[in-house]
C-alpha cells in the first residue's frame, strides 16, 4: 500500500509543485490587473474568460477528457496500433473541432458581445477571443495526449513555463494600454500553451506504427464523440451556470461586485488546483485502467481522498484565518467585501474535495450520461440559489451558493459510486472528513465576528494539522530524505503531546 501512496504523493509533488508556482505567478497577475484597472476591469477579465471558456467547451465537444481515458486505455492494453490510431484520430478531430469552433465564435461576435456585455459595439474585441477558442481546444488536445501517456512532468513543464510566458506578455500588455489591453490579457494564457503543448508532443516523436486504417479512426472518432458529447454538454452547463451568475450579478449588483465575486472565485479555485490537479494528471489514468475491478477502484478512492484531505487541509483552514489579508495582499483594499464570499467559497471547497475523487469513478467508467446530470444539476442548484439571493444577501449569496451546490454534490456522487461498486468510505476518511469541515467552520465563524480572533484561532490549528498530515504521510507513503526526517519530527511531537501512537 505504501507504494500507491508514494505513487500519489509523488505526482502531486510535481503537479503539486507546478500548480504552486502557476498560483503564485496567476495571483500576481490578477494583482497587476486589480490595481492597474480596479474592481470593474477584474470583472471585465472574468466574463471574458468565462465566455472564451464556455465556448471552448463547446467547440472541444468534450474530446479532452475522453482522450486522456482513450490515450490510457490503449496504453495500458500495451497495443501500439491502437495507442497510434488513438493518436492520429484524436489530431485529426480536434484539428476540426478548433477550426469550426473558431469560425463561428468568430460569426457570432456581436451577438454575443450584445447578449453578454451589453454593448454591441464591442463586437469587434469579442471577435478576437475566437483566436483564443481554437487555442484553447487545441491545448486541450495536446494536454489529454501527455497525460493519457502519463508524461506528468511534461504536462508540469507546460504549466509553469505557459504561466511565466502569459503573466509576462498579461501585465505588458495593460501597463502599456490599459483597459484596451484586456485583450492580450486574455488571449495570453491559450496561446502560451498552446505553444509549449506543441513543444512537448512533438518531442514524443513520430508514431513508428503502421498507417490506421479508415475504419479504425472512424471507430475512435465515434467513441470519442459519444462520450465527448456528454461530456462537452456538462462542460456547457458549468461554463454557461457561471457565466449566467457573473451576468446576474454584474445587472443586479454592478460592475465592482462582480469584480469582488471575481477576486474571492480566483483565490478558491486557484488554490484548490494545487490539490485537484494531480488527480485529473495521476488519479484518472490510473483509475481508469482499474475500473473493471471494483475493488482496486474503492481502495484508490479512498487513498487518493485522503491524501487531498491532508495536503489540502492546512491550506483551508489558513485561508480561512487570513483570508482579509490575502485579499488585500492579492488585490486591493478595493475589495474588501470579497473576504466573506471567500469563506463561503472555503466551505465549499472542503467538501469539493472530498466529492472530487468520487466523481472521477463516473468519468473512468465512461459513463457520459450520468456525469452530464450530475454536472448539471449542482451548477443549476448554484445558479437558482445565486438568483434567489441576490436581492436578499447582495453578492455574497455567491458564496452561499457555492457551499449549498458541493453540499448537495457530495452526498450524490457517493451514492453514485457506491451504486456502480459498492464504495464505502474507510472510518479514517470519514473521521478526517468530518473534523476539517469542524475545525473550518470553527475558524470561519470565528473570522467572520472579528478578523484578529479568526487569525489566533485558524493559524496554530492549521500548523497543527499541517504537522499531522505530515506525520500521517510520511507514515503511510514511507517517505526518506529531508521530507522524511521532517514528517518523523512530527510524529515525534504529535506522540509528545498524546495525538499520535505508532
Known amino acids: 500500500m505504501s507504494n500507491s501512496y508514494r505513487q500519489i504523493l509523488r505526482s502531486s509533488s510535481i503537479i503539486g509543485g507546478a500548480s504552486v508556482i502557476n498560483i503564485a505567478v496567476g495571483l500576481l497577475r490578477m494583482k497587476a490587473a486589480a490595481l492597474l484597472l480596479g474592481p470593474a476591469g477584474v470583472g471585465l477579465i472574468g466574463l471574458l474568460q468565462n465566455m472564451l471558456g464556455t465556448a471552448a467547451g463547446i467547440a472541444g465537444l468534450g474530446v479532452g477528457n475522453v482522450g486522456t481515458r482513450q490515450i490510457a486505455e490503449a496504453s495500458a492494453s500495451g497495443d501500439r496500433q491502437a495507442v497510434a490510431a488513438t493518436r492520429r484520430a484524436l489530431f485529426w478531430l480536434t484539428l476540426a473541432l478548433a477550426v469550426l469552433g473558431a469560425l463561428l465564435f468568430w460569426l457570432l461576435r456581436d451577438e454575443l458581445a450584445v447578449r453578454v ?7 469587434r474585441e469579442v471577435g478576437w477571443l475566437a483566436l483564443g477558442v481554437g487555442l484553447t481546444v487545441a491545448a486541450a488536445s495536446q494536454s489529454a495526449l501527455l497525460n493519457g501517456m502519463r508524461r506528468i512532468a511534461d504536462l508540469a513543464r507546460i504549466s509553469i513555463g505557459s504561466a511565466l510566458l502569459s503573466t509576462l506578455a498579461a501585465v505588458a500588455a495593460i501597463w502599456h494600454w490599459g483597459e484596451r489591453g484586456i485583450l492580450v490579457f486574455v488571449l495570453a494564457a491559450p496561446a502560451a500553451s498552446f505553444l509549449l503543448g506543441h513543444w512537448y508532443v512533438a518531442k514524443l516523436g513520430r508514431l513508428h506504427a503502421p498507417r490506421s486504417p479508415l475504419p479504425a479512426l472512424m471507430a475512435q472518432w465515434r467513441a470519442m464523440l459519444r462520450l465527448g458529447a456528454a461530456f462537452m454538454f456538462s ?3 458549468v461554463n454557461l451556470g457561471q ?3 457573473r451576468t446576474l450579478i454584474q445587472r443586479e449588483a454592478g460592475a465592482e461586485a462582480l469584480g469582488h465575486f471575481q477576486a474571492a472565485w480566483l483565490i478558491s479555485m486557484t488554490y484548490l488546483g494545487f490539490v485537484l490537479g494531480a488527480m485529473g494528471t495521476d488519479y484518472y489514468p490510473r483509475l481508469t485502467a482499474a475500473i473493471r475491478d471494483p475493488q482496486a477502484v474503492n481502495r484508490l478512492v479512498n487513498e487518493q481522498t485522503e491524501v487531498a484531505l491532508l495536503l489540502a487541509g492546512p491550506a483551508f483552514l489558513a485561508m480561512l484565518a487570513l483570508a482579509p489579508w490575502i485579499i488585500g495582499l492579492l488585490y486591493s483594499r478595493e475589495f474588501s467585501e470579497a473576504v466573506g464570499i471567500l469563506r463561503w467559497q472555503v466551505l465549499g471547497d472542503v467538501l469539493k474535495v472530498a466529492a472530487w475523487p468520487l466523481g472521477f469513478v ?14 448539471s444539476l449542482a451548477i443549476g442548484v448554484f445558479g437558482l440559489l445565486v438568483a434567489w439571493g441576490l436581492p436578499v444577501f447582495g453578492v455574497m449569496s455567491a458564496g452561499l451558493a457555492f457551499l449549498a451546490m458541493n453540499a448537495f454534490l457530495l452526498p450524490l456522487v457517493h451514492w453514485l459510486a ?3 461498486t459498492g464504495f464505502r468510505w474507510q472510518a479514517g476518511v470519514r473521521r478526517r472528513l468530518g473534523m476539517l ?15 484578529l480572533v479568526g487569525a489566533a484561532v485558524g493559524v496554530p490549528v492549521a500548523l497543527a494539522v499541517g504537522m499531522h498530515g505530515l506525520a500521517r504521510l510520511g507514515h503511510m507513503a514511507g517517505l526518506g530524505g529531508p521530507v522524511g526526517r521532517l514528517a518523523g519530527f512530527s510524529r515525534k511531537v504529535m506522540m509528545r503531546i498524546g495525538v499520535w501512537r505508532e
Open 235 to 237: 462542460g456547457l452547463m
Open 418 to 420: 457506491r451504486r456502480r
Open 437 to 451: 469541515l469542524a475545525a473550518s467552520a470553527l475558524v470561519a465563524a470565528a473570522g467572520g465576528w472579528q478578523p
Open 117 to 123: 456585455l451589453g454593448v454591441g459595439a464591442r463586437g
Open 362 to 375: 463516473i468519468l473512468a467508467a465512461g459513463d457520459g450520461r450520468t456525469f452530464m446530470l450530475t454536472e
Open 243 to 245: 457565466l449566467l451568475v
